[in-house]
């Protein structure tokens, strides 16, 4: 009897130092440790599939969505980019800023506005170098660069010009497009190089993009840019909403032509206002800090605009945005 109350004793003994115990954890535990509150907003979140519009198209060429694999290979692309947020929002916000650029360049020579969408899959409209050497928003090889009109120098690479770059593009893609017979052949061309193409398209014996096996990231290509350009015009059909404060502003600037040498590249940004780091921010094809010129080329070097004021810019730009196209 005296063993039985003992041992009754001791359990509660043990049970009131186990709650007092689980009680100091639970009000000690830190606030960022603490468990959510599940019973609100998470209930409404939820991740669906994407019904593919109908009528999509690349540069004006219908993309054959009745065929099993062009859909699917199509799905894949637009649910990768729909749900890849942080990636596709960056790029919306750069767009603002860099297809201002762009669309003009395009336009002028007679290249369809789709193209835009070609430098934002290449680069995601940054100055970006590849593991194979491919530089710039248009990300071309040294050689190709050349071969299209643009500098490439250890002082000067306009591969990182985005103006000078595009129209390099557009000649690149005019020549294609002449040398295969469509402008959806000349993007998978700038992927995988038109004599690639060409090869593909006899060898294979059929006549277009749709119809080609190709390797996994040319067979991709045409499927992400169209992927884009749908984001960039429904923004909101795909779940992103952006305030116009959100994009990255094209900043104005002028343009200051040099015809000779510059010694020190420091001194120049000194004697036009602006720091060295915001001299190459706005021109970043001039790659060391001298500029020779022994051919007393001229060149017209960018100085943003003192009267724009990037912080008004924040505080007023509160409008919704539509589209980014």
């Not at 540069?59 to 749900?83: C, Q, S, V």
């Not at 994009?247 to 600037?253: D, Q, S, T």
Request: with cysteine; glycine share 4%.
């Amino acid at each position: 009897m005296k063993k039985g109350i003992a041992a009754l004793f001791l359990f509660i003994l043990v049970f009131v130092c186990t709650e007092l115990f689980t009680f100091s954890s639970a009000t000690n535990e830190p606030a960022d440790k603490a468990r959510p509150d599940t019973s609100g907003s998470k209930k409404n979140y939820y991740i669906s599939a994407i019904e593919l519009p109908a009528d999509l198209n690349f540069a004006g060429e219908k993309i054959p969505l009745d065929l099993f694999d062009i859909h699917e290979r199509m799905d894949k692309e637009l649910l990768i980019n729909t749900y890849w947020q942080s990636q596709t929002l960056l790029l919306l916000k750069r767009a603002s800023r860099w297809f201002p650029l762009i669309e003009p360049i395009l336009k002028s020579n007679n290249v369809p506005d789709d193209f835009k969408y070609l430098a934002v899959a290449e680069s995601g409209l940054q100055n970006v170098v590849s593991p194979a050497k491919a530089s710039g928003y248009w990300q071309f090889l040294s050689a190709a660069g050349k071969k299209y009109g643009l500098e490439i120098s250890d002082e000067v690479d306009e591969r990182y010009h985005i103006e000078k770059a595009t129209e390099a593009a557009c000649r690149y893609l005019l020549d294609a497009n002449k040398e295969l017979g469509s402008w959806t052949l000349a993007a998978a061309a700038y992927n995988m190089g038109t004599e690639g193409v060409k090869k593909q398209l006899e060898k294979q014996r059929v006549k277009n993009y749709y119809d080609l096996l190709l390797n996994e990231e040319t067979s991709r290509y045409i499927f992400r840019l169209v992927a884009l350009k749908e984001i960039f015009f429904h923004p909101a059909l795909y779940g992103y909403h952006l305030r116009k404060k959100d994009l990255y502003p094209a900043i104005p600037f002028t343009t200051v032509m040099v015809d000779s040498s510059v010694s020190n590249l420091v001194d120049f940004a000194g004697a036009n206002n602006i720091t060295f780091k915001t001299l190459k921010l706005f021109n970043p094809w001039l790659r060391q800090n001298t500029l020779t010129n022994p051919s007393r080329k001229e060149y017209f070097i960018k100085i943003p605009d003192p009267r724009f004021d990037y912080g008004d810019f924040l505080r007023n730009g509160m409008a919704n945005v539509d589209s980014v196209n």
